[in-house]
């Protein structure tokens, strides 16, 4: 019986979570789960696993503190995941990863921790999946040549150029994916693919020039990765967050779901493109901001997380989202933080140069 702390239970990730556990009931038990301030749906789901209810900010933290797990799934929003990861992996517990956040701001710190407690970080973002079960086999790691990172273009793909008259609700109406707020706007300005290429980076060890994107609409490739020797591998299932979630949960197994497979004579034809990086700047952003020095990758997360929030309530623009992040970037410094707090001060002071953004 695999021992499991859920933290952000009663999200999209959390919730696709919770419907994994109650399929192999015999398989995981929740110990633990926590949320910000969904009380009423967090207790519900307490009594349901008989776990202990942790919420607010320091909630996530003392879930994995207070409790002794085999696995944390870490699916909260931006950076409140650092400090559980650090203290599960200082614990020797592994960590299933859904908030990308963490290793865009902090992913020095956190690949070292998880190379001191010798565990890997299993992903859960999809395309990550993907290439971590493409990598499954002895030495296949060693002959990488490329990533290939798909996205599915969200829903401005073919959308008039000028999107500053987009509103909230069209960039909350992802076509393919049914996801949390923050992480559809990501995806609209496709800031999330480029958040994707540095999680890429810190947990597979290629540098930016081998880690590519590529457009796939119908979002059934989830990633692929090239070998040296001209192969190359992908993953293929339909869109639904469950089948990555429960790999990451029985990482090196798999186990039966009662999904319907595949049926790729219905889904007749896969169309891929090249990404236009004219349409969506965050990504030659993201890229660029990877070279540039790990302080910026932290300012690049926070800003982000403020510029989507600034825009939700209507104060900014959806094309100033992408602009207030660069100018933030651009005015932080270039070095690397060396501690958490240190990580933490750069957030803040980022933050606070989002909000006063005009
Ligand atoms: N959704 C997807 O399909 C998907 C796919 C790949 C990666 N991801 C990543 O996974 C993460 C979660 O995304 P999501 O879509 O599931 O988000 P979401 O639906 O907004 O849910 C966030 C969850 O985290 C909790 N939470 C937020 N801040 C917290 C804090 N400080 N302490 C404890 N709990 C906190 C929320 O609690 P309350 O309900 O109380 O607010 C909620 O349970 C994000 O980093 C996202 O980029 C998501």
Same mark, same amino acid.
């Not at 859960?124 to 079960?133: G, K």
């Not at 000028?162 to 923050?182: C, F, I, S, Y």
């Given at each position: 019986?695999?021992?499991?702390?859920?933290?952000?239970?009663?999200?999209?990730?959390?919730?696709?979570?919770?419907?994994?556990?109650?399929?192999?009931?015999?398989?995981?038990?929740?110990?633990?789960?926590?949320?910000?301030?969904?009380?009423?749906a967090a207790a519900l789901l307490g009594r349901e696993f008989g776990a202990k209810v942790y919420s607010g900010e320091t909630g996530a933290v003392r879930a994995v503190e207070e409790n002794d797990a085999d696995l944390v799934l870490v699916a909260t929003v931006g950076l409140s995941g650092l400090s559980p990861t650090l203290t599960a992996l200082g614990k020797g517990m592994t960590v299933a990863l859904a908030t990308k956040e963490v290793l865009v701001a902090a992913g020095e710190l956190v690949t070292a921790a998880a190379s001191a407690a010798g565990r890997p970080i299993i992903p859960v973002d999809s395309e990550h999946s993907?290439?971590?079960?493409?990598?499954?086999?002895?030495?296949?790691?060693?002959?990488?040549?490329?990533?290939?990172?798909?996205?599915?273009?969200?829903?401005?793909?073919?959308?008039?150029?000028?999107?500053?008259?987009?509103?909230?609700?069209?960039?909350?109406?992802?076509?393919?994916?049914?996801?949390?707020?923050?992480?559809?706007?990501?995806?609209?300005?496709?800031?999330?693919?480029?958040?994707?290429?540095?999680?890429?980076?810190?947990?597979?060890?290629?540098?930016?020039?081998?880690?590519?994107?590529?457009?796939?609409?119908?979002?059934?490739?989830?990633?692929?990765?090239?070998?040296?020797?001209?192969?190359?591998?992908?993953?293929?299932?339909?869109?639904?967050?469950?089948?990555?979630?429960?790999?990451?949960?029985?990482?090196?197994?798999?186990?039966?779901?009662?999904?319907?497979?595949?049926? $790729? /004579? !219905? &889904?007749? =034809?896969?169309?891929?493109? *090249?990404?236009?990086?004219? #349409?969506?700047?965050?990504? @030659?952003?993201?890229?660029?901001?990877?070279?540039?020095?790990?302080?910026? $990758? /932290? !300012? &690049?997360? =926070?800003?982000?997380?403020? *510029?989507?929030?600034?825009? #939700?309530?209507?104060?900014? @623009?959806?094309?100033?989202?992408?602009?207030?992040?660069?100018?933030?970037?651009?005015?932080?410094?270039?070095?690397?933080?060396?501690?958490?707090?240190?990580?933490?001060?750069?957030?803040?002071?980022?933050?606070?140069?989002?909000?006063?953004?005009?």
């Amino acid at each position: 019986m695999k021992r499991i702390i859920l933290l952000g239970a009663t999200g999209s990730i959390g919730r696709s979570a919770c419907d994994v556990v109650r399929a192999h009931p015999e398989r995981f038990k929740v110990v633990a789960l926590a949320v910000r301030e969904n009380l009423a749906a967090a207790a519900l789901l307490g009594r349901e696993f008989g776990a202990k209810v942790y919420s607010g900010e320091t909630g996530a933290v003392r879930a994995v503190e207070e409790n002794d797990a085999d696995l944390v799934l870490v699916a909260t929003v931006g950076l409140s995941g650092l400090s559980p990861t650090l203290t599960a992996l200082g614990k020797g517990m592994t960590v299933a990863l859904a908030t990308k956040e963490v290793l865009v701001a902090a992913g020095e710190l956190v690949t070292a921790a998880a190379s001191a407690a010798g565990r890997p970080i299993i992903p859960v973002d999809s395309e990550h999946s993907a290439i971590f079960q493409c990598l499954q086999g002895p030495d296949a790691a060693r002959s990488v040549s490329r990533l290939i990172l798909t996205a599915s273009g969200g829903p401005f793909l073919d959308a008039p150029l000028d999107l500053d008259g987009v509103t909230p609700e069209q960039a909350l109406n992802h076509p393919r994916w049914n996801m949390g707020p923050k992480v559809t706007i990501d995806s609209a300005t496709m800031m999330n693919k480029g958040f994707e290429i540095i999680e890429a980076f810190w947990l597979f060890g290629l540098p930016v020039e081998r880690i590519d994107v590529v457009v796939h609409p119908e979002s059934i490739v989830h990633s692929l990765v090239e070998f040296s020797d001209g192969a190359t591998l992908a993953q293929l299932a339909p869109p639904d967050m469950r089948v990555p979630i429960q790999y990451a949960f029985t990482w090196p197994e798999r186990l039966p779901a009662a999904r319907a497979p595949l049926d $790729l /004579v !219905a &889904l007749g =034809a896969l169309t891929f493109r *090249a990404p236009d990086e004219t #349409r969506f700047p965050a990504l @030659r952003l993201a890229k660029e901001t990877l070279r540039a020095g790990r302080a910026k $990758l /932290v !300012a &690049l997360s =926070a800003a982000d997380e403020i *510029a989507v929030g600034r825009f #939700r309530r209507g104060e900014i @623009r959806f094309g100033d989202i992408v602009r207030l992040v660069a100018d933030v970037v651009e005015r932080t410094e270039s070095r690397a933080p060396v501690s958490v707090e240190d990580v933490l001060a750069l957030d803040r002071e980022a933050r606070a140069r989002a909000a006063a953004w005009r």
